[in-house]
């Protein structure tokens, strides 16, 4: 059984962080050593993400089975979680499964409904590379500009370029896994699942994940929760608006 690859810092209260789709635990270093004042952080890769192991199957039972091989081989309980986006799909699910081993839960800028696979443009461009063409990060940016225009996105997708060995780069995540099972990202919490632990729903004020529309269904699944926006911010919130994410959070928490 492989565990997922993490960095622990600081000592107290488990404090797991989840990235997103195409994210890695690097994402959340500056936010984790301001929390390591205060807990026991554990910035997690998700399996085909950052340095965790690489498997054909990704949908969020498995996520799950992962972080709960993760928390076992730890031997960590009563943990808080925070997830971003695909990372907060994965901490809700987990907490309904596996309500007994969660204290609290953030889940950021996420809600529980179904959301249509809208990554595809994303996926064509880092299918696009060749990497023993595009050998350098400028001419890989240059080739996935082409179909990703996004200037800040191009940015977070290239933290994921790493040199594999001498003169040959690579993407850290599994591009194959990820292309073949896109669909399973915008995958819904099942119906009827319950979290009835405090849960702190994060949004960005710029951002349309979490909308009037789907307070009934976070309010359904998590009956002891609250939205709190984060301003200026869009889905990439806690990069956005690092400080008063950081408040949110630990006034929550505290």
């Not at 622990?8 to 270093?29: A, V």
């Not at 807990?39 to 965790?52: A, K, P, W």
């Amino acid at each position: 059984m492989e565990i997922l690859h993490s960095t622990i810092k600081g000592e107290g209260k488990p404090l797991l962080i989840l990235h997103g789709y195409f994210g890695m635990s690097d994402n959340w270093k500056s936010l984790g050593n301001q929390f390591a004042e205060d807990f026991q952080v554990h910035l997690i890769d998700q399996r085909n993400h950052g340095r965790s192991f690489h498997e054909d199957e990704f949908n969020y039972e498995v996520l799950v089975e992962d972080l709960f091989n993760y928390i076992q081989f730890h031997q960590l309980e009563k943990v808080e979680i925070i997830g971003h986006s695909m990372g907060g799909k994965t901490a809700m699910l987990f907490a309904v499964t596996y309500p007994e081993l969660v204290e609290k839960l953030i889940v950021v800028d996420i809600s529980p409904r179904m959301y249509q696979p809208h990554h595809n443009a994303i996926l064509a461009g880092l299918n696009s590379v060749d990497f023993s063409i595009e050998n350098t990060r400028t001419l890989v940016d240059k080739k996935i500009a082409k179909l990703i225009p996004d200037f800040g996105v191009r940015q977070f997708l290239l933290k994921n370029v790493f040199w594999k060995e001498k003169g040959q780069l690579a993407y850290r995540f599994n591009l194959e896994s990820l292309t073949e099972n896109n669909p399973e990202v915008g995958e819904a919490l099942p119906p009827f699942t319950v979290f009835e632990k405090e849960t702190l729903f994060l949004k960005g004020d710029k951002s349309d994940y979490i909308t009037e529309n789907e307070e009934p269904i976070i309010e359904a699944h998590f009956p002891n929760s609250k939205i709190i926006e984060i301003k200026n911010a869009g889905h990439w919130l806690h990069a956005e608006n690092p400080k008063q994410f950081y408040n949110e959070v630990c006034d929550f928490l505290k």
